[in-house]
């Protein structure tokens, strides 16, 4: 197996560095870094459904999504931004795989909210009782438990097999809402910490598939941190009922300070 472009970029980097301590400056990190070759897979989370600026897809694909934002810093050789808002595992390994080949270098994804029905758990609790929302909640549970999973393991070897010398960035989901926040209506407290606690579980449920894959899991949750729903400096949109498409996804501050960061912690 060749060594991945995007592993010698980071040594690249690191040398560059201790040239640049020595007075001997940075040389060739700006070549290296145009020698990656980036896919971003997944959902509207990678695709950047809330943050605005969409292109003419219908994947609402947004430049001011974390990938979009990655590749306009680091300028890679390609960047093929085929995430897409609403897409489920089987979407990933349907219509998306294609754009992955044995010279990419990076692959990025977030992946699995969708199959387990976190849009209907928050249309659920929005409209209906509290009793009604921790039953949602409860099934979205069991689905993590139960199917995702081997959901998970499917888009993960089909990227391995496809793309078998990339660094694969499982990216994660943040929590909603800052519980004993500012919020005065809404949801109760109670299902509150319900639909964070299905967000935790879902992340740990992914990180252990990832894993398993010897991908990297880049949790969201402590950059999100004090920017939940309810916290008063909120990069995740409440109800909108305006444009109900980007309810419950970040705002451009939190692809830029929630996202972005993670990726390029995971590189």
């Given at each position: 197996m060749k060594m991945s472009r995007l592993v010698a970029f980071s040594s690249s980097l690191l040398l560059g560095a201790a040239l640049a301590l020595t007075g001997a400056g940075i040389a060739n990190a700006d070549s290296t870094a145009a020698a990656v070759d980036y896919v971003a897979l997944g959902?509207?989370?990678?695709?950047g459904v809330g943050a605005g600026s969409y292109d003419s897809s219908g994947c609402k694909r947004s430049s001011r999504a974390y990938p979009a934002l990655w590749a306009a810093a680091n300028s890679p050789s390609s960047f093929d931004f085929a995430a897409c808002s609403g897409a489920r595992t089987g979407d990933v390994t349907g219509s998306q795989l294609g754009r992955l080949n044995a010279s990419t270098d990076l692959v990025s994804i977030s992946i699995g909210g969708n199959d387990a029905g976190f849009a209907d758990v928050m249309t659920t609790c929005v409209l209906q009782s509290e009793a009604t929302c921790l039953n949602r909640v409860a099934t979205a549970r069991s689905y993590v438990d139960s199917t995702l999973p081997g959901s998970l393991d499917s888009v993960y070897t089909a990227i391995r097999s496809k793309a078998p010398s990339a660094q694969v960035v499982v990216l994660g989901y943040p929590r909603f809402y800052q519980l004993g926040g500012g919020c005065l209506a809404g949801l109760s407290e109670?299902?509150?910490s319900?639909?964070?606690?299905a967000s935790d579980y879902l992340n740990t449920a992914t990180a252990k598939r990832a894993a398993d894959h010897g991908f990297t899991f880049g949790d969201?949750?402590?950059t999100f941190?004090?920017?939940?729903?309810c916290s008063g400096s909120a990069w995740l949109h409440s109800v909108n009922w305006l444009n109900i498409g980007e309810s419950y996804h970040p705002t451009a501050a939190g692809q830029s300070g929630g996202y972005l960061p993670v990726l390029k912690s995971a590189l």
């Open positions: 959902d509207s989370y990678s695709s109670k299902e509150r319900a639909i964070n606690g969201v949750r402590p941190t004090g920017h939940e729903i």
